[in-house]
């Protein structure tokens, strides 16, 4: 929603509170994973991919790229910041331990910044 509401110039909708926490691993670092898996891993162990170095929270992510294309003026909004959420989130940060694949020589190396700006500069 993000990188489309930047494409049609249109402020960031948060509609949560902004706080939850997840890893934002481009496209490119997944598929070099999944081929370094296997080329080298084992067979039927599971590996898990991602970018630790990339974990923002929403709030952090419409941040960063609002501010990729200070151009455009866009704002942030969060219309539910201050409100209880009703629904509890029992997990509120998913961060992937990827110490396995970094065992079979591979690690992520294209930041989110760079990540997103790739994928909405390829959209335009």
Do not use: H, M
């Not at 370094?36 to 898990?48: D, I, M």
């Not at 974990?55 to 609002?66: G, K, Y």
């Amino acid at each position: 929603d993000f990188i489309y509401s930047i494409i049609d110039n249109k402020n960031l909708k948060i509609l949560g509170t902004g706080d939850a926490v997840r890893s934002f691993c481009y496209i490119t670092d997944s598929i070099k994973a999944i081929f370094t898996v296997l080329l080298k891993g084992q067979s039927a162990e599971p590996y898990n991919v991602g970018n630790p170095n990339g974990q923002l929270s929403i709030s952090q992510l419409a941040e960063i790229l609002i501010n990729l294309y200070p151009e455009k003026l866009l704002k942030i909004e969060i219309p539910n910041k201050n409100q209880i959420n009703k629904i509890s989130k029992k997990i509120k940060v998913k961060i992937p331990n990827i110490n396995k694949l970094k065992k079979l020589g591979w690690d992520p190396i294209v930041s989110p910044e760079n990540g997103f700006k790739r994928t909405i500069d390829c959209q335009k």
